[in-house]
């Protein structure tokens, strides 16, 4: 990727290139058909043109939930526990430092069965710091790899013939359907942004403002039909900055309105449509775009005014996802810019707030 710093600090080229390499070794070991725990060590390196390679190192505990389990393509979710060196810090590259920083791991990946025992993976995961520096952010690793199995028929540490199915031809069916009528949905969801800034001089560490902002978001939600979703909400904000000592830290309430739509659904909208990634259907995901406004005495523009009056209006258009288990629980997820109206008309600070909850049917 790009990297800024050099038209910003030195001037010698603006189109300088910042490359990340990492390697991965995993060991895994199947608890049941669709559960595995595994090890991983890695190697980060890091490099700027004219530059010595920064090399970092780390390991992790996780544990992998199979949502095609013995099928020629799978689809898996990891999460886990990670230690290491590496450091994504302030506005300069991400670089090894003298300490250890942990970090909550979760991924997303696909294995595609070339032989009962050599397959390909390719996927994406996610580390979010849990302790480390105060400057340190996210980062995302994508990869793609080779995984071997050194048993060639699929075992677990546990076998019951009482456990035993008879197996049904395998047919893969793209999209799941029912006809179950949903009519309410309660739901919580949590939102949060992050905005650093730091000063342009080289080796510059600690940062000339920070802001955060956290929200809580309980949600009552109607089924107009099966396509159509709408609701009410209420929101709790929580807001902290290190520029200004009056308005460290404050908080505020709002209520506001919002509707989604589900695309997959609009050509029958008396069924719930969605992407089929079990072969029984008890797990679906589905797209999904929405719109929320929102009034309240709380305004990420004005937050020393937290409390005073009920006058702030924002809006946000988002799309996303919705992973769903058993037609009854999701997950979701959007991103979304918020936009502000009225006399402090405005843009959120980042380009996309990211919204994650869990939400009940029935």
């Given at each position: 990727?790009?990297?800024?710093?050099?038209?910003?600090?030195?001037?010698?080229?603006?189109?300088?290139?910042?490359?990340?390499?990492?390697?991965?070794?995993?060991?895994?070991?199947?608890?049941?058909?669709?559960?595995?725990?595994?090890?991983?060590?890695?190697?980060?390196?890091?490099?700027?043109?004219?530059?010595?390679?920064?090399?970092?190192?780390?390991?992790?505990?996780?544990?992998?939930?199979?949502?095609?389990?013995?099928?020629?393509?799978?689809?898996?979710?990891?999460?886990?526990?990670?230690?290491?060196?590496?450091?994504?810090?302030?506005?300069?590259?991400?670089?090894?430092?003298?300490?250890?920083?942990?970090?909550?791991?979760?991924?997303?990946?696909?294995?595609?069965?070339?032989?009962?025992?050599?397959?390909?993976?390719?996927?994406?995961?996610?580390?979010?710091?849990?302790?480390?520096?105060?400057?340190?952010?996210?980062?995302?690793?994508?990869?793609?790899?080779?995984?071997?199995?050194?048993?060639?028929?699929?075992?677990?540490?546990?076998?019951?013939?009482?456990?035993?199915?008879?197996?049904?031809?395998?047919?893969?069916?793209?999209?799941?359907?029912?006809?179950?009528?949903?009519?309410?949905?309660?739901?919580?969801?949590?939102?949060?942004?992050?905005?650093?800034?730091?000063?342009?001089?080289?080796?510059?560490?600690?940062?000339?403002?920070?802001?955060?902002?956290?929200?809580?978001?309980?949600?009552?939600?109607?089924?107009?039909?099966?396509?159509i979703l709408l609701g009410v909400q209420g929101t709790f904000y929580y807001?902290?900055?290190?520029?200004?000592?009056?308005?460290?830290?404050?908080?505020?309430?709002?209520?506001?309105?919002?509707?989604?739509?589900?695309?997959?659904?609009?050509?029958?909208?008396?069924?719930?449509?969605?992407?089929?990634?079990?072969?029984?259907?008890?797990?679906?995901?589905?797209?999904?775009?929405?719109?929320?406004?929102?009034?309240?005495?709380?305004?990420?523009?004005?937050?020393?005014?937290?409390?005073?009056?009920?006058?702030?209006?924002?809006?946000?258009?988002?799309?996303?996802?919705?992973?769903?288990?058993?037609?009854?629980?999701?997950?979701?997820?959007?991103?979304?810019?918020?936009?502000?109206?009225?006399?402090?008309?405005?843009?959120?600070?980042?380009?996309?707030?990211?919204?994650?909850?869990?939400?009940?049917?029935?």
């Amino acid at each position: 990727m790009k990297l800024e710093r050099y038209s910003i600090s030195s001037n010698v080229n603006s189109n300088e290139f910042y490359y990340e390499n990492t390697t991965n070794l995993a060991l895994t070991w199947p608890i049941t058909e669709r559960l595995r725990i595994g090890t991983q060590l890695m190697s980060i390196a890091n490099r700027v043109i004219r530059e010595p390679i920064d090399r970092s190192y780390g390991g992790s505990f996780f544990a992998q939930f199979n949502f095609r389990a013995q099928k020629r393509l799978g689809i898996y979710l990891e999460t886990g526990y990670a230690l290491t060196n590496h450091c994504p810090c302030g506005d300069e590259e991400g670089r090894s430092i003298d300490r250890i920083n942990h970090f909550f791991q979760m991924g997303l990946g696909a294995n595609f069965k070339v032989k009962d025992r050599i397959h390909l993976k390719a996927g994406f995961i996610n580390y979010s710091p849990l302790q480390g520096p105060e400057d340190i952010y996210n980062w995302t690793q994508p990869f793609i790899g080779l995984k071997y199995h050194y048993s060639k028929k699929y075992n677990t540490p546990v076998k019951s013939r009482f456990l035993k199915k008879p197996k049904k031809p395998e047919t893969y069916v793209l999209f799941w359907e029912d006809d179950k009528i949903r009519k309410w949905n309660f739901g919580i969801t949590s939102a949060g942004i992050t905005f650093t800034e730091y000063q342009s001089r080289p080796g510059q560490t600690t940062p000339l403002a920070r802001y955060r902002e956290f929200t809580i978001v309980p949600r009552v939600n109607y089924w107009f039909n099966q396509a159509i979703l709408l609701g009410v909400q209420g929101t709790f904000y929580y807001y902290e900055n290190n520029l200004d000592p009056i308005i460290n830290q404050n908080k505020g309430f709002g209520i506001g309105l919002q509707s989604r739509f589900y695309p997959l659904c609009f050509k029958n909208p008396n069924k719930f449509r969605a992407i089929r990634i079990s072969k029984n259907g008890n797990w679906n995901i589905s797209p999904m775009l929405g719109v929320e406004v929102h009034f309240a005495n709380y305004s990420w523009l004005a937050p020393q005014e937290a409390g005073a009056k009920w006058q702030y209006f924002d809006a946000q258009p988002y799309v996303g996802f919705v992973l769903s288990y058993h037609q009854l629980l999701n997950f979701t997820w959007s991103v979304g810019p918020t936009f502000s109206v009225g006399e402090n008309e405005g843009t959120s600070p980042v380009n996309g707030v990211r919204i994650m909850g869990l939400e009940y049917n029935f």
